[in-house]
């Protein structure tokens, strides 16, 4: 049983910063590629970066290019997501997944989330 696990949320003010880790449980993911994906309230979950196999290709939406930066350790299956410059439009939960399908018809590859981790960005 695959277990993804989201830390390092909080509430911040605008202009601040975080760091969020995710440490998938279960299986190694290190052949695969990983993304943050978020939930703000009321809406659908949508993906915001990805990280491909390699730890190096990178893929970023269009709101958080710039500010937000994917990494990730291979050995330990560990996925981490440095976010700054925070708005408050970033208000949502964030989860973490490996992917299939890369950038176009991205697919979580694990069918049970997480339980995300809630960031609250004040102006």
């Known amino acids: 049983q695959v277990r993804l696990v989201e830390s390092g949320g909080g509430f911040v003010q605008a202009g601040g910063s975080l760091n969020l880790s995710c440490k998938i449980l279960?299986?190694?993911?290190?052949?695969?590629?990983v993304g943050w994906f978020r939930q703000p309230p009321g809406k659908d979950r949508q993906k915001v970066a990805l990280?491909?196999?390699?730890?190096?290709?990178?893929w970023y939406s269009e709101s958080v290019r710039g500010r937000f930066t994917i990494s990730r350790d291979r050995i330990n299956d560990e996925v981490y997501l440095q976010m700054d410059n925070l708005r408050p439009e970033d208000t949502a939960v964030y989860f973490c997944?490996?992917?299939?399908?890369?950038?176009?018809?991205?697919?979580?590859?694990?069918?049970?989330w997480g339980q995300g981790t809630q960031v609250t960005v004040s102006s």
């Open positions: 279960g299986r190694t993911v290190a052949t695969d590629d």
């Open positions: 997944n490996a992917v299939s399908g890369w950038t176009t018809r991205t697919t979580p590859l694990f069918d049970s």
């Open positions: 990280m491909a196999y390699n730890a190096v290709s990178t």
